[in-house]
């Protein structure tokens, strides 16, 4: 439920934030893409800071303290607008994508704390089920309450949405009262002690490497989308809705078929399955020509999306001790989002340079790469935890 409100405030927050910027700079490409800049540079800045806090604090406090103080950042927001200050929007979305690095990672720990083993990779299902239904409706709520009530309402909505999360985060179990109290250490010491937990374990090694190569080929066609379209298919850019469409379509029904033979399949051979059938997908969609091919190989790529989420997912939580799960994610986290970002920057020039097809191919390749590194654990046999031994030696 607390999952369920911050989606529609951040959707809303989102589009809205969207609109209002093009307006208020006559389409600035430059200031648009700043709201990109909000949303993903504290993902390089906080998340490892905010994933060793998160192993440090209580996590349901945690996570109520985060979106008390992003309500709470609103009224400043608000305010701000009301004094001729627009450019204020950005604020906003900055304090939330900040705050966002301390309180997911603490959510991970309830998961882990709370959630029975067995029952992880359907519970993940689930949550990649309702990001994926977002993935759809986000934008129409977002657009409905711009259009219909402005930019002032929108940002009051986000706050709501943040109230309302807190009231859902009310009605979980306590926090253990030891938990986030019996760390001595000092930051740095638990920083070190995370890299070296991660290094220590050859699954989460292997899993650094494959978000990497999932990294490197989602940012090298992500932006690309459009040229695909409008250039192989030789349709408008209107047709691009389309494309999403279908794409958040088939994550919801990958979702749900995850969530039904999730316990009869490893989360590694989930996870390489998803970037086998993503990486043939890719490489068919540059090869492509043909509209309704392209779009129903969009769909195949959409269906089975959800299973490399919830691999990635299920293996972390299933073989990283619930002390260090913060600071999992906050290592392994900026190793997928800097290589996608290293690719987006590239992808235009490489398009004009080798043309689009090469683009898509080596897309793929990146994926199989991800897959090979992947598939000697498939011997593995359930949660598999790193040698503390290691991590106390370094």
Not at 1 to 24: C, D, H, P
Not at 111 to 125: A, R, Y
């Amino acid at each position: 439920m607390s999952t369920l409100f911050l989606q529609i405030g951040i959707w809303v927050r989102n589009i809205a934030t969207l609109f209002y910027v093009k307006e208020m700079t006559n389409d600035d490409a430059f200031a648009v893409s700043l709201i990109s800049v909000a949303e993903i540079a504290p993902i390089f800045v906080f998340s490892f800071i905010g994933g060793t806090f998160a192993d440090r604090w209580r996590p349901k406090r945690t996570m109520v303290w985060c979106d008390v103080l992003s309500a709470a950042s609103i009224l400043a927001v608000l305010f701000a607008m009301a004094n001729g200050s627009w450019k204020a929007v950005f604020f906003a979305t900055l304090v939330s994508a900040i705050l966002s690095q301390f309180s997911q990672p603490a959510g991970m720990k309830l998961f882990k704390l709370h959630v029975p083993e067995h029952l992880v990779q359907k519970g993940m299902s689930v949550y990649q089920t309702l990001f994926a239904a977002f993935m759809i409706f986000g934008p129409v709520v977002g657009t409905f309450v711009y259009q219909n009530y402005g930019i002032e309402t929108a940002i009051g909505v986000m706050g709501v949405a943040f109230l309302l999360s807190v009231v859902s985060l009310a009605f979980l179990p306590r926090d253990r009262q030891d938990e986030g109290e019996k760390q001595k250490s000092k930051v740095l010491e638990d920083f070190k002690a995370g890299v070296s937990y991660v290094w220590s374990s050859i699954i989460l090694r292997k899993l650094g490497s494959a978000f990497i190569a999932a990294g490197l080929a989602l940012g090298l066609i992500q932006p690309l989308g459009i040229f695909l379209i409008t250039e192989r298919l030789g349709k408008t850019e209107d047709y691009l809705q389309w494309f999403l469409l279908v794409n958040g379509v088939a994550m919801i029904i990958g979702g749900v078929l995850a969530m039904s033979f999730s316990s009869k399949i490893s989360p590694q051979k989930l996870l390489a399955f998803g970037m086998t059938v993503n990486s043939l997908a890719f490489i068919a969609m540059g090869f492509s020509t043909d509209y309704w091919v392209t779009l129903g190989l969009q769909f195949i790529s959409g269906i089975v999306f959800p299973c490399i989420n919830i691999g990635i997912n299920t293996m972390i939580m299933k073989n990283t001790e619930e002390s260090f799960i913060g600071r999992v994610n906050g290592t392994l986290t900026p190793l997928f989002m800097g290589s996608m970002v290293v690719t987006m920057m590239l992808s235009g020039v490489m398009k004009n340079a080798i043309s689009l097809v090469p683009l898509y191919v080596i897309a793929g390749l990146f994926l199989l790469v991800g897959v090979a590194v992947i598939v000697p654990l498939f011997k593995l046999k359930g949660g598999i935890q790193p040698e503390p031994e290691k991590v106390a030696v370094n």
